[in-house]
């Protein structure tokens, strides 16, 4: 569940707001251009069958989707990495009617990190670009998503993902080694109390990542494990929520967890849900009594002055799990694209003192970024 | 002695026989520092601020594709993004967008935020508190000073024209002052295209490179894919076109300046020698004391320096608060009007600051060092003797030597500009300069022995007191002729340009009113049908109208004017100021232009050339008709005939028109009927025949106002030169007073001769400066001028003004020889005589 989305939907309800005001100001009889008011994005309901490999795609109706890739890898030096790659779309509302080839009707983000906690660095970059020219584009029908040299495309089965950035560059191929994992109800996932505040969600953990990363000139071949989710929605957050604490753990049994929680402006938590796949492949869905997220240690970002709850105490059902970051700072300035500030990184999972899976953990909100600018 | 201490010596006898005479010398170099300096800074400041607008526009760009102002199609974005060696490529669609009633367009770049803030990161800072706005449609930010202009802040809403239609955009922010100092505006690229009726076009490309890419590589990569009229350069370019435009104007005022100094030095080598004759028998005395003869030209030559070194301090200390001020008050471009967006900060280098010093002192150092060099040559025992003082500078004449240096001078006024400067112009006025200062002790006596000889005693005294002493008369000759020669030529120079000038403006504004929608290039423009409800209203005898627009032949190059108006080979010669025609239709059946002379000289298009016009329809080949004088755009113009442009370019519109009125048809009557008839109203610029001529005349007279301050102060430093050569002299000669007063002289009469002396001086270094200043500023108009400005003029010659200003010299020089002459008398005269026995 990626940071940046509740800004976009801010974004876009103000351009919303705004095209709304200009129609009604606009003379009626001016002539071309006039403004033509955009069909509302596509709500999610339930009961949609999710279907694959069409479901991969893109589905530009909705406002807001994203392809999320994060997981662990393991240099030949032995050296410990964790990745995220994501390639966020949005479509935009303002630019509706606009017959120019630049008209910002899709959005286009990607984000990259490299958490390499050997140099006490996170490298990161981003990039954000309007879809079109053939430069920026997220496709229908199956998992095709690029901005200009990153992608992340399904073939074969599985996921080419590519991140040429300024000081590094992640290229990585991801092979399923399960079934997708529907979350909520058959890949509806409901983000509050409120009807519409819901998601299509689909996860694919323990993917098999084999790749080569390069920091500063310097490569690597690496293999690790890997988590992808892929999630659409039109009214992801409802009035009231700030933001979300999420965490995804491939169990080093082959089962996985995926556990979050949606905060009101007081830091309680407002909604809450999870799914747990056992190793045997049987499902478990929970429902937010169900779920308890507890926050532990607090790290103070020396740049931004936000305090993250770095570790977590996760209780699914009869399991609780310790989660404790692969390294303390991983914070993400994204302001630049998406507008948010947040913490995205990798963690251990232990339970009772011992490790029992790693995966990775999103903190957003917590800063002042994630107000509504 | 050491040096130093013989130096010290030296100044403090100096100093103890005046000190006033001292700062004549500092104040001359210091008057040429500060000219030289104030013109450099001011220039410079704006030059610098401009470049940097400019770089914050293009942002860290390694290479920018341009297209003509129509633009290009977008699909070569896309190629150009995905090149290897392409980071990023940011499409900008830049347009001068018409706003009703304002006299100049709104500057708007359009560009995608997204691949901008890529390229120039500063960007994002501006626009950031807006970002969620920029898709709006119609949303634009605005730089300070565009908000000023327009009176709207954020939120608030304006008008633009779209052809003649308004259309309504909102303010989403403002760009802050520093980035952003001049008018312009930014909006989204897709907004933009839409608004503007520019669907599918750009009119440029801003290319970042990956790191460690082959500029060279990317370069030709992308020169491939560039259709004809679209060029690739590095941004680097665009400073130096800039830099070019205005570097004629600069060099002629920085070398002018560089006069000035010139003049100082030579006015620091008149006082130098004077003081060094007069102090002779002092140096004889040294020189027989032991002091030897190389370190006596050192301390004289490091006296020189001295002075040089304080006056160039002071002149660039003067010359910093001349810029300061002069960049509040005429702008970064000194009234020229190339830099009109540029505000007014002075920026100031301290290296350069040093080098005008050091410039001061070389120059005064070499004023000292011939008379140096000659009183330390002197005999001890010749010079001890009383009466030397009075004995002449040296025997030869240099005659030849400055004939020769004349001689080079013309040939070198024949060679062609280096890069459009006209270096070997200025030599060769440097060399004719120095070369007729050599002719000057030859001259002057050759006229003094002609005067006839006089019957009144005062006056014959005088012709014989001058015969006696041709060459100091010479040396006080040296520094008037220099400065009253430049300021004739300059003088001339001017004068014929803007006669020319006034000749060119009635032939190129024939009519009685002239319409103008928007700025050339802007968006706005007249239909046919605005033509013809112009054309019909009521007291308008004729009507002419033209399309004016941009057009860019060569990469990187200034765009020329292209002028589609109604004009056949018939009519050329009444309508343009023709310089060259070639007559009849010749064998080519291609369609004529006409073009200025810069193109002539720019693109080596001479009349009978044939050439090929990138119109928007596409190419159009021509022959050049003719060519004639353009004194308003620089940069080259080219004239078609209106209907041969409107079917080649399928453009039919018009941007400029001329109307003639019936007699008794009402000006301001016909211009309120316009108004109100033409639905582009405030649009629309209206000015009489009249208001244009005053107009142009006073952004000319502006543009050399800094000319005439230069002449000024040459006058200033001619008319010091005058009243040192008089003090001096007549201080030395309180003797021969006294002995004149024993012989029977009244002092009346010592006085008349004195102020006979002073005119009869000045009048010969004001004949020789006069033919000199007109063999100079044929140089200027026929060499300078034409090299920096790539325009020619008429020679035409101010007489009045010349009259006057060389009476004004005359009767300047007699009050001065007076004045000191009777400063000279004021004591006894018995002891006056004593003194020198």
Known sequence: MPASMSLLATVVVGLAAAVAATGTLANATEPAPALVLAPAPAPVVPGYRIEFPRDHGAHPAFRTEWWYATGWLRTDAGETLGFQITFFRSRQDAAAGNPSAFAPQQIIIAHAAISDPAHGQLWKDQRIARAGFGLAQAREGDTDVWLDDWHLARKDGAYGLAARAERFTLELSLAPTQPPMLNGEDGFSRKGAAPLAASYYYSLPQLAVRGQVVREGRRDIVSGTAWLDHEWSSEYLEPGAVGWDWASVNLADGGALMAFRIRDRAGRPRWAGGTLRAADGSIRHYAPQDIEIIPGRVWRSPRTAIAYPVEWTVRVGERRLELEPLMDDQESDSRLTTGAIYWEGAMRAREGGREVGRGYLELTGYGEALELR | ?837
């Open chain 2, 1 to 837: 002695m050491s040096p130093l201490r013989l130096w010290l010596m030296l100044w403090r006898a100096q100093w103890h026989e005046g000190p006033l005479r001292m700062t004549v010398p500092v104040l001359a170099i210091a008057l040429g520092i500060a000219l030289a300096a104030a013109v450099y800074f001011v220039n410079h400041s704006a030059l610098e601020e401009f470049e940097q607008a400019a770089r914050r526009l293009a942002g860290e760009a390694d290479l920018v594709v341009r297209g003509p102002s129509e633009g290009f199609a977008e699909d070569l974005y896309p190629q150009i993004a995905k090149l290897e060696g392409v980071a990023v490529a940011s499409p900008v669609l830049a347009i001068d967008v018409s706003l009703p009633g304002a006299p100049r367009p709104l500057p708007v770049i359009a560009l995608d935020p997204f691949r901008a803030t890529r390229v120039q990161p500063g960007l994002l800072g501006e626009i950031a508190g807006g970002l969620r706005g920029f898709f709006e449609p119609d949303g634009i930010f605005l730089s300070m000073r565009a908000a000023d202009a327009l009176e709207a802040g954020t939120g608030d809403r304006f008008e633009v024209l779209v052809g003649n239609a308004p259309r309504s955009v909102r303010v989403l922010g403002l760009l802050s002052d520093t980035a952003y100092p001049q008018a312009l505006g930014i909006m989204d690229i897709a907004a933009a295209q839409w608004m503007f009726g520019r669907l599918g076009r750009l009119t440029r490309i801003d290319i970042r490179l990956v790191r460690g890419a082959a500029l060279a590589d990317v370069h030709s990569s992308i020169e491939l894919l560039l259709p004809a009229g679209v060029t690739v350069a590095a941004p680097a370019i665009d400073s130096d076109r800039l830099a070019s435009a205005t570097r004629a104007y600069r060099v002629n005022l920085s070398m002018l300046a560089l006069v000035a100094v010139l003049t100082g030095a030579f006015l620091v080598l008149a006082t130098q020698s004077l003081a060094i004759l007069r102090r002779r028998p002092a140096l004889a005395l040294l020189r027989a004391l032991g002091v030897t003869r190389g370190g006596l030209e050192r301390a004289l030559i490091a006296e020189g320096v001295v002075l040089g070194l304080i006056g160039a301090a002071l002149g660039v200390a003067l010359g910093l608060l001349v810029a300061r001020w002069a960049m509040r008050v005429l702008a970064g471009d000194l009234g020229a009007g190339q830099l009109a967006g540029a505000t007014g900060s002075l920026a100031v280098q301290p290296l350069e600051m040093l080098a005008f010093v050091a410039a001061g002192s070389v120059f005064a150092g070499l004023g000292a060092w011939l008379p140096a060099r000659e009183a330390a040559a002197r005999s001890p025992a010749l010079a001890l003797k009383s009466g030397d003082a009075q004995a002449g500078v040296g025997t030869t004449r240099p005659w030849r030597a400055g004939l020769i240096l004349m001689g080079l001078g013309g040939v070198l006024a024949l060679l062609p500009a280096i890069q459009g400067v006209p270096l070997f112009g200025y030599g060769a006025v440097a060399l004719l300069l120095t070369g007729a200062v050599l002719l000057v002790p030859d001259v002057a006596e050759r006229l003094l022995g002609s005067v006839p000889a006089m019957r009144r005693a005062p006056l014959a005294l005088a012709v014989a007191q001058l015969r006696g002493s041709t060459a100091q008369v010479s040396i006080g000759l040296v520094a008037i002729i220099a400065s009253f020669s430049l300021m004739v030529a300059m003088a001339i120079m001017v004068h014929s340009f803007r006669e020319s000038f006034v000749a060119w403006l009635d032939t190129v504004v024939p009519a009685d009113m002239q319409l103008r929608v928007g700025q050339v290039g802007s968006t706005a423009t007249l239909t046919e049908t605005d033509e013809i409800a112009v054309s019909r209203i009521e007291g308008v005898a004729r009507s002419e109208f033209r399309r004016v627009l941009p057009l860019a032949l060569r990469r990187g190059a200034v765009p020329v004017a292209l002028i589609a108006m109604p004009i056949d080979e018939a009519s050329a010669a009444e309508r343009l100021v023709l310089v060259k025609a070639v007559r009849g239709r010749g064998p080519s059946q291609l369609p004529p232009v006409w073009v200025s002379e810069a193109m002539v000289d720019l693109y080596g298009w001479g009349p009978g050339t044939e050439v090929v016009l990138p119109l928007a329809g596409g190419d159009l080949a021509a022959r050049v008709a003719g060519a004639y004088r353009d004194y308003g755009r620089s940069g080259g113009s080219i004239v078609i005939p209106r209907k041969v442009y409107a079917s080649a370019s399928g453009d039919s519109a018009v941007n400029e028109g001329s109307l003639w009125l019936a007699r008794t048809a009402d000006a301001a009557a016909v211009e309120a009927a316009i108004r109100a008839r033409a639905p582009f109203g405030e649009a629309l610029q209206i000015r009489t025949a009249a208001e244009v001529r005053d107009i142009s005349l006073r952004n000319f007279d502006r543009a050399f106002a800094i000319t005439y301050a230069l002449e000024a102060i040459a006058v200033f430093i001619g008319l010091l030169g005058v009243s040192v050569a008089a003090a001096s002299t007549a201080l030395a000669r309180r003797a021969e007073f006294g002995m004149l007063r024993h012989i029977g002289l009244r002092r009346r009469q010592v006085v008349t001769m004195l102020a006979a002396e002073g005119v009869l001086t000045s009048a010969i270094g004001v004949c020789f400066a006069l033919l000199l200043g007109g063999l100079l500023s044929l140089a200027l108009v026929y060499v300078i001028n034409r090299q920096s400005f790539l325009w020619s003029i008429d020679l035409a010659v101010p007489w009045l003004a010349l009259a006057v200003l060389a009476a004004t010299l005359l009767i300047a020089a007699a009050i001065t020889a007076t004045l000191s002459g009777r400063a000279a008398l004021s004591g006894d005269a018995v002891r006056a005589v004593r003194e020198d026995w």
